[in-house]
Structures are given as C-alpha cells and as structure tokens.
C-alpha cells in the first residue's frame, strides 16, 4: 500500500513545531505506527511536521530522583543503555522485546507513549514507574501523569496542537522493583496481555498496571493492589479467554515480585 | 528535493514526501535489491542500513531521511561481514527463493557485528521481524551461527 500524498514540513524548534502544528500539521517522530498507518490510508492528515530529530527531543536528563528522556529517544537507545534506566536494567529488557530491532531503531518512547496503543509497552511500564510527560502547546507548557493519560484506546490526554517534549521517571528507591510480564504468541508483535508491578517498600508504592485491555489500563495502588486488579479483569468487559491472559500475565509479575 | 547519501554517494531525489524510501531507491534509483513484501514493517524484505542501523525502508519516507547516510544490499558488495555472511548463506542453504534474503542479509549482518555472542537462541529472537517463507529458518540461523562462530574463532 502507498499513502496518500501529504505535505511534509521539517520544523527546527520546539517553537516551529508548534506552529506547524497550529497550522494544521500532525507530527511524525520515528514513523513506525504512523508509517503502516499511512500506507494502510487509515490515518490520511494534509501536512506532517517531521520531529524525529529536533534537539529538545532528542535530549536526556538526570536528577538525583528522576530521569528524563526526550520524547524522540528510541527503543534502541533505551535497549543499548544510551540513555539511563532508572530500574537497573528492566526498562532495557522491556525496550529490546518491542516489535524488531529495525523498528526499535526508529521509534520512540514519545511516539509510543502519544500514539497509546493499548498493547504497547511504555505506557504499562512507565506508568507502573509513576511517570509524567511533559507537554508543550499553545498556552504553554504543562504536566500530565501518566496514570492519567489514557482515556481509551489511542486517546490521551494531548490536545491538538499539542507536542509530546519528553517523560520524567521517577527513581525507584533501593530495594524496589518492578516486574513486567507480557503474552505475545511471537516475538515482537504487540502484547495480548500485559501486566507491570512497581514494588518500592521505601517510598510505600505499590502499583500494578494491566495493559492490552483494548482500552486505558487497569491502574491499581496500594497493599491489595494485585487482588484489586485481579477483581478489575473480573469486571472488564472483554472476551473471557482475553481476561484469562490478563490475569496470567497480572500473577507471572505478581510472582517476580514475591520470589 | 531530498539529498541523501545512498551507497556511499551523495544523490538528490525529486520524489513527493508520500514515496517511502524503498520506492524512492527502487523506482528512481533502480536499487532494486530491495525488496518490498508487506509494505507496513512487518515482513522486513524492505530492511535498508539508515544512518548506520537496520531500519524498514517501505515505513520510512524518503523526504524524512534528508541528510540520512542509506546503504542498501547494493551496498554491501566490498563488506568483509557481508561476504562471509554470503557465503554461509550459499553453504547452508540459506534462500530458495531469494525475496527475503537482502533483508536477511542487513539484519544478520547488525546481529553478526552488534551481539557477537549470540546463541541460537537470540540469533531466532532478532530474526524475528524478517519473514522467510521457503526456508523454515533453520538454513539461515545455522548460516548466521556458522559466521559468528567462525569471527569468535
């Protein structure tokens, strides 16, 4: 399949990003759902603003409680260790176990995290971390928390006109983890079933995601947040083989944390 | 106009930001060793060398590579990796029919230079966006841990 004609714009800012996309532009970062979307001519927007390589994205950050990446790093980046991982290594292992390296090699954690696909594994991860994004528009910039950010499938909380700039993840304390556990029948294809657990004694967080619900995740904190989010499946609406792979991905991360 | 860099020279492409990049090198380059199997990044016949990476060039717009250094299977000729992956590839029986073997090729060539101590294992876990559907794989895994067992030496 071919897309559609369309206008490409190659902004150089933050700043002329936005106005690209005041004007009507959608953005494009690595492209690698946007791509497929475009030549499937399920997605067919007039104008696309290239941001893939502007430096404010591109860019990664320390303080001694967050990490920030730029909406624009790669998985590959996030796999090869590039940038930091604040869990010791279980943001690398989830990164080199999305779609193939060809893939991971252009798309980003912002695409990922703006495109929302409910099977897709930074917005169960990184909200299980108790991430934030930060976002820039028109009034200027602001904060969203990710436990917040999914509304449903493929709809969050970013308005049009709106950029992705970059997400801050909050560091875990020594001596906690996070356990993420997906089913896929094949490497590298999207997750029929997810489920993330942040288990951070120190900071008396405990919060479990269940992702690959075909909507915004299952979102539970607290002491009892696995059996609270078991009993979440049991209300969820989809098919029972599909809440059957919820709850057994919910009790493989449940176990990581418990062993 | 795009300039890119294709093959180690520098090329400018008159073609709409709509023609993904594999159009762009097949239909107005004439590269034709790359492939083009499913056309939304699934089957990887269309996997190119894009700024020094393996990258799906039928999801990439040739507009948004401007600036991109691209090295398609063409490319490769004079590679010393690709010529031992080349030759395993014959020994093992690595192709039928051939559609899958230029991404193949790029993608065991990143596997071979990038995790050197692969097992088969991982060497069928990075495989895994290339489709092949004549060989059931075991000629290509075996080509590929054949050149990375011979490079440890």
């Not at chain 1, 943001?91 to 912002?110: D, F, P, Q, S």
């Not at chain 1, 409910?118 to 991860?125: G, N, V």
């Not at chain 1, 001596?175 to 657990?197: D, H, S, T």
Request: with cysteine.
């Amino acid at each position: 399949m071919k897309a559609a004609a369309f206008d490409l714009v190659r902004p150089r800012t933050v700043a002329d990003a936005l106005a690209a996309l005041a004007d009507g532009a959608r953005p494009l970062a690595g492209g690698q759902s946007l791509g497929p979307m475009l030549n499937f001519r399920l997605a067919t927007p007039e104008r696309l603003a290239d941001i893939r390589t502007l430096a404010a994205l591109r860019a990664h950050a320390e303080t001694d409680d967050t990490i920030t990446w730029g909406a624009a790093v790669t998985h590959a980046e996030v796999e090869d260790g590039r940038v930091p991982d604040p869990t010791g290594g279980t943001l690398r292992a989830i990164a080199g176990h999305i779609a193939y390296r060809a893939v991971r090699n252009r798309g980003t954690v912002g695409g990922s995290l703006a495109h929302a696909d409910p099977a897709a594994d930074w917005i169960s991860a990184l909200t299980a971390l108790g991430g934030s994004v930060r976002i820039a528009g028109p009034e200027g910039e602001r904060e969203e928390a990710l436990t917040g950010w999914m509304s449903g499938a493929f709809a969050t909380q970013l308005a049009e006109g709106e950029l992705l700039l970059s997400v801050t993840i909050p560091r875990p304390r020594p001596g906690a983890r996070l356990a993420y556990r997906k089913l896929c029948r094949k490497e590298g294809e999207f997750a029929m079933a997810i489920a993330a657990v942040l288990d951070d004694p120190a900071r008396a967080i405990r919060r479990v995601v269940v992702g690959a619900t075909d909507g915004a995740p299952i979102i539970a904190e607290g002491a009892d947040a696995g059996p609270r989010a078991h009993a979440a499946i049991d209300a969820w609406p989809g098919e029972a083989w599909k809440a059957r792979l919820l709850h057994v991905s919910l009790d493989r991360a449940l176990g990581d944390i418990a062993a | 106009m795009t300039t890119l860099t294709v093959n180690g020279i520098e090329t400018t492409l008159d073609v709409p930001p709509r023609t993904h990049l594999a159009d762009a090198l097949r239909e107005t380059l004439g590269l034709t060793g790359t492939h083009l199997g499913c056309e939304h990044g699934v089957c990887g016949a269309c996997t190119v060398e894009l700024d020094g990476s393996p990258a799906r060039a039928c999801i990439a717009f040739a507009a948004a590579c401007a600036g991109a250094v691209v090295r398609t299977i063409e490319g490769f000729e004079y590679d010393s990796v690709m010529a031992e992956l080349r030759a395993a590839f014959t020994a093992h029986h690595a192709l039928q029919c051939g559609y899958c073997t230029p991404g193949m090729l790029i993608t065991a060539r990143d596997i071979v230079l990038r995790i050197p101590g692969a097992d088969e294992a991982r060497v069928r876990r990075e495989l895994a966006g290339n489709l092949c559907r004549c060989t059931g794989y075991q000629g290509i895994v075996d080509a590929i841990l054949a050149v990375l067992a011979a490079r440890r030496g």
